[in-house]
């Protein structure tokens, strides 16, 4: 007779990397991915640099990535990894609202977007579609990422969806309070760059001057929380 298939070893798991500077929520999502009988963690990094040094080193099957962090937000991030490996699928997990930043994740090259509060079933779920190759985004607002990839862009020009990347960048982090000079640092852009980027901004979102710029970003940054 022949002899019985050994069950799945920890080697034949999925892999899965996650990058978050929360210590207590990287241990509550550790937790949540080991629980699953096909998938395990396989490291963690609480910032860009750490990330991308874990990533070349244990080259996972997914790498799960919050949005904010320290340095470099993770959508500067999410190009960096496509850049080192294009083939890792990529899912945000964010506190940040989804109709804001899941258009640009999916146009970054990532694969799915999902917010932090989601119950631990949806984050399992979403983690598995992408590990099958599909893309995880909420129904509300994969329709909205249709029309925008397929050019049917919605909206007024003074949407903050409005801005390329760098330009949402340099607007979030104007938000945060920083000064252009810290801008430049964050992002390694030069001050006139920095200069350049926010005149475009006023532009399109229609305000006057310099202050203003600052008062809208702030008041964005503030409404997500």
Not at 15 to 44: K, Q, S, W, Y
Not at 116 to 121: A, F, S, V
Request: contains cysteine; hydrophobic residues 35%.
């Amino acid at each position: 007779m022949p002899k019985p298939k050994p069950q799945a070893t920890l080697s034949a798991k999925k892999r899965v990397l996650i990058v978050d500077d929360h210590p207590i929520f990287r241990a509550g999502l550790t937790g949540l991915v080991n629980l699953e009988t096909d998938m395990t963690v396989c490291g963690e990094a609480q910032d860009a640099p750490q990330a991308m040094q874990v990533l070349e080193k244990l080259k996972p099957d997914l790498v799960l990535l919050d949005m904010s962090l320290p340095g470099k937000s993770g959508l500067e991030l999410l190009k960096d990894i496509r850049a080192l490996s294009p083939k890792t699928p990529v899912l945000i997990i964010s506190m940040h609202d989804e109709t804001i930043y899941a258009e640009r994740v999916i146009r970054a090259g990532g694969r799915g977007y999902i917010m932090k509060q989601e119950g631990p079933e949806k984050i399992i779920q979403a983690i598995r579609r992408v590990m099958s190759g599909g893309i995880s985004v909420s129904d509300g607002i994969s329709s909205q990422i249709l029309d925008a990839l397929s050019g049917a862009k919605k909206g007024a020009a003074s949407s903050v969806s409005t801005l390329t990347d760098r330009e949402f960048e340099v607007y979030r982090l104007l938000g945060q309070g920083k000064e252009p000079h810290e801008i430049a640092r964050t992002l390694h852009l030069s001050i006139k760059t920095v200069d350049t980027h926010r005149s475009h901004i006023r532009q399109k979102l229609g305000l006057r001057n310099a202050t203003e710029l600052i008062h809208h970003a702030t008041r964005w940054t503030t409404e997500q929380g």
